[in-house]
């Protein structure tokens, strides 16, 4: 079966420090990969997606930027964190051809 | 573009009482349609989809949805709620002309609290 990581689970991190979240997934190959931020109280914006390896994909013109050293591996990085980078960051995997994307367990960012 | 509405930030229900929050899309092509559920400090787990076919999906935890072309609607049901389905849902459409990768777009999502 597949599983999907992400560490760590809770950061605090003040203002114009660098950062970097990963994300595993573990039982398939060659998935599509994602990068959502949930910001408090609202839905879920789609920040970075990938098709493979070195492959990224941009949504929102951020501060923010991605990296797909492996196949099953996605980071998420920032030079300098503002105190708008705070929130929930989810990443996501599914299937070249699947319907549903699968989530993990997310990491919580607080920018201080 | 494609758009999701979901209508009822909060929803308030007495255990045993249906369920049903509410999922309007705007898309020019039917899209594929999917509910997610999310507890508190926890990732999105998938509930149903629709994709073709049967246009009442039963997913899991006693949750059904129908899809309506005319109605451009996919609401979520569950005929007697309990206690642990207190939580956030999210309907999410994705393009059926998407390439490789598919973009999922979520609604604003509805907080579910389920009343003894």
């Known amino acids: 079966s597949q599983t999907i990581h992400q560490w760590p689970a809770t950061l605090v991190q003040p203002v114009g420090s660098p950062l970097s979240l990963e994300c595993t997934v573990e039982g398939t190959s060659n998935p599509n990969l994602y990068w959502y931020r949930q910001a408090a109280g609202r839905g879920l914006q789609l920040l970075f997606y990938?098709?493979?390896?070195?492959?990224i994909s941009s949504e929102v013109p951020q501060n923010l930027s991605a990296s797909r050293p492996q196949d099953r591996q996605f980071i998420l990085s920032s030079k300098k964190l503002l105190l708008s980078d705070s929130g929930f960051y989810l990443c996501a995997w599914d299937r070249g051809h699947s319907y549903e994307q699968y989530f993990g367990p997310g990491t919580r960012l607080t920018v201080t | 573009a494609q758009s999701v509405t979901q209508l009822g930030s909060h929803v308030s229900v007495s255990e045993g009482a249906l369920v049903l929050l509410r999922c309007n899309y705007s898309s020019s092509v039917p899209p594929y349609l999917f509910w997610y559920v999310q507890y508190p400090n926890q990732g999105l787990q998938l509930l149903l989809k629709y994709t073709t076919g049967a246009t009442l999906v039963k997913g899991i935890n006693g949750f059904e949805a129908e899809f309506k072309k005319s109605e451009t609607s996919f609401h979520l049901t569950k005929p007697s709620a309990h206690m642990s389905d207190a939580a956030e849902y999210f309907c999410a459409v994705s393009d059926r002309s998407s390439g490789s990768a598919r973009q999922l777009t979520f609604g604003s999502g509805t907080q579910l609290t389920v009343l003894p």
């Open positions: 990938s098709v493979g390896i070195g492959q």
